[in-house]
């Protein structure tokens, strides 16, 4: 299940959801280095990066899903 608030800034989900992390850097993405992480959406990276969100939320519930039933 994915978080329900995905309005935060990518900071605050990247702490709370580390598996965030590698997808976004999977995809070349490296916003825990990134200033703008602090107030930027995930809507508003995708945006930027040119990503398709939709696909993006598939693989992290995909990834989070696999990763709770272990």
């Known amino acids: 299940m994915l978080p329900t608030d995905l309005h935060q800034p990518i ?3 990247l702490a709370q959801y580390p598996e965030l992390r590698s997808l976004l850097e999977e995809r070349g993405i490296h916003c825990s280095e990134c200033f703008i992480a602090e107030r930027e959406t995930l809507l508003g990276m995708a ?3 040119h990503i398709d969100l ?3 939320l598939r693989d992290w519930d995909a ?3 696999a990763e709770t039933s272990h």
């Open 11 to 13: 900071r605050v989900l």
């Open 47 to 49: 945006t930027m990066h």
């Open 54 to 56: 939709q696909a993006l």
């Open 63 to 65: 990834r989070r899903t």
